[in-house]
């Protein structure tokens, strides 16, 4: 179980020319997988579960930037806020208002992506324009919360039409949003793109890319756990 670094300098250099952040989702990945793509340069590690991040952080090199993009349940969000660098899958206001009493605590600013449901599938988490409109009016009471742009998932799917036709709806949101002018809201990364549609997801104007099984092998954990 190793850290695959030829598929690593291929994406970096994928990469270069747009300058685009790479997360690595190092989700069931041993420490050794880690500590092998930190040696490389690594430093925005991904991880989806509240537990295994948390045991990470604490046992991994200090200057990782760890970034949550799994499913966020509020009762969790207490274990992470002290270390975390950018929580991706902000979905809900009543999520939203918890970090930010989790911040208030800390008495530090949480950065986070709120998180646009772009997908055909129901299954998939994030909010709908709506919802993210009411999300943005709400913002300003939220002072503990620093709201850095927009995350999405596309479709499950093989056809790069649609992938693209979710990308660009997302690309969209982002642009609109750089023009709002709102406290707590600072919009300058998008985060689409993973293992199988980040080359596509670039040219779709993405800057953060998640990618996983290229540069760690599959894995084996079921993916629908939540935590
Ligand atoms: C697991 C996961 C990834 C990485 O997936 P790969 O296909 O392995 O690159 C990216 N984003 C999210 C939200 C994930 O859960």
């Known amino acids: 179980m190793a850290f695959l670094e030829d598929q690593y300098k291929n994406i970096k250099e994928a990469l270069a020319q747009s300058n685009t952040t790479l997360v690595a989702v190092s989700k069931t990945k041993p420490h050794e997988a880690i500590v092998e793509a930190y040696k490389s340069g690594i430093k925005d590690f991904g991880e989806n579960y509240v537990q295994e991040l948390v045991e990470k952080s604490e046992n991994l090199p200090k200057d990782i ?16 806020a002290p270390f ?3 929580i991706h899958g902000v979905d809900s206001e009543k999520l939203l208002v918890e970090i930010n009493k989790q911040g208030q605590k800390l008495n530090k600013k949480i950065n986070c992506l709120l998180q646009i449901h772009i997908a055909q599938e129901e299954t998939k988490f994030g909010l709908d324009e709506t919802e993210l409109k009411t999300i943005l009016t709400k913002l300003p009471e939220l002072e503990f919360i620093n709201v850095m742009g927009f995350m999405g998932m596309a479709s499950f799917t093989s056809e790069q039409t649609l992938i693209k036709k979710e990308f660009d709806y997302l690309k969209g949101i982002f642009d609109n949003s750089l023009g709002l002018s709102i406290a707590n809201f600072n ?15 670039v040219s779709c104007g993405s800057n953060m890319v998640r990618i996983g099984s290229l540069l760690f092998g599959e894995r084996n954990k079921p993916e629908a756990k939540i935590d």
Do not use: C, E
């Not at 949550?68 to 992470?80: A, D, R, S």
């Not at 919009?187 to 997801?201: E, T």
């Open 65 to 80: 930037r760890w970034h949550f993009i799994g499913h966020l349940q509020t009762n969790k969000v207490k274990y992470i």
């Open 84 to 86: 975390v660098y950018l």
């Open 187 to 201: 919009p300058s990364i998008l985060s689409m793109g993973m293992s199988a549609d980040y080359h596509l997801a």
